[in-house]
């Protein structure tokens, strides 16, 4: 019985594994029926897309990797707490690194989300 038992980081990686071919197969059925918008076309692929894919699909894979070692390491609650703060820390560098304007009351909610985590 223990021959046949997974460990935790085989499991993940079984699983991400797993969906990256379901999502494979839904692009390409996908692509299969009809070429509409927020699908790239073959020409957005030839012209750098795909690099730009392969690189989120990277950074998404370790990511999720990270918040699952993260995870083994802290209780749910604080796991939860730090994904939470980390939203709208994710807004404000955005806003930073593009230059977007941030509305009054989108500051608000921005402050109000980050103290509301850490009261």
Partial sequence: ???FQVD????????SVLGAAAQAASLAAAWSVQSG????????????MCAVL??????????????QMVLTRV????????NSV????????GAIQFGNDVSLLN???????TLGTIL
């Fill in 1 to 3: 019985k223990s021959a």
């Fill in 8 to 15: 935790d980081f085989n499991l993940f990686l079984q699983v």
């Fill in 37 to 48: 918008p927020g699908l790239p076309t073959y020409n957005d692929l030839r012209g750098g």
């Fill in 54 to 67: 392969l690189v989120n699909g990277a950074t998404f894979y370790a990511h999720s990797q990270l918040s």
């Fill in 75 to 82: 209780t749910a609650v604080t796991h939860s707490v730090c």
């Fill in 86 to 93: 980390r939203r709208p820390l994710m807004s404000i560098a």
């Fill in 107 to 113: 500051a608000f909610g921005m402050a109000m989300a």
